[in-house]
């Protein structure tokens, strides 16, 4: 943490945007630290609030732009090369693909909001050829949403952002369990809609 204070602290705007671009691609940058210490600097008056969100939303949306490019380019070789040691396959990939027909897309709307999961939506959407357009419209959606609920965290919050923050990553967990829970229901649900004859 303390590298990072100081990298933003001498590079300002441009180190949050470099944070989060090599953040969101995959280095170990605690992103969601990150977003809600910038909005922090923002309610000491260090940083001003728009340069801040636009630094935060460009870097998140170049990171992300990378990991989809980099499944778009080197996904299947990689697949086929190394996939088998990290149990992802072909036949997964395919699956996968079929996923991002029907949902596919929200999670990268979404996927933000759970660590260690962005850059993989982002990889996984340009291994599964989605088009790049459906990719930035969800992507650079998820993005600003993203960057604004953590950086508002740390400005109306002030002082107590660093323990808000902790109780938000502690409840993360079961609250994706929950979504997950009410996504199946209403598939199931819509499906055997779909199934029940009609009068």
Aim: glycine share 10%.
């Amino acid at each position: 943490m303390e590298t990072i204070t100081h990298w933003i602290s001498h590079y300002g705007y441009f180190g949050i945007f470099s944070l989060l671009t090599l953040g969101i691609v995959g280095l170990p940058v605690p992103d969601e630290w990150l977003l809600t210490f910038t909005g922090f600097l923002v309610y000491k008056q260090t940083l001003r609030l728009v340069p801040a969100l636009i630094s935060a939303i460009l870097g998140s949306a170049c990171g992300i732009t990378v990991s989809y490019l980099i499944g778009h380019t080197l996904g299947i070789y990689l697949i086929k090369k190394y996939g088998t040691h990290f149990h992802l396959t072909e036949e997964r990939l395919n699956r996968v693909h079929d996923w991002y027909g029907r949902i596919g897309t929200w999670a990268l709307l979404f996927g933000y909001f759970v660590p260690g999961v962005r850059h993989l939506t982002a990889i996984v959407a340009g291994t599964s050829k989605l088009r790049l357009l459906t990719f930035g419209a969800f992507a650079y959606t998820g993005a600003c949403l993203w960057v604004a609920t953590f950086v508002s965290i740390g400005y109306f919050f002030g002082e107590k952002w660093s323990q808000v923050l902790n109780e938000i990553q502690d409840h993360l967990d079961l609250a994706l369990w929950i979504a997950d829970a009410l996504l199946v229901i209403y598939f199931v649900v819509r499906y055997a809609f779909k199934r029940s004859p009609r009068s």
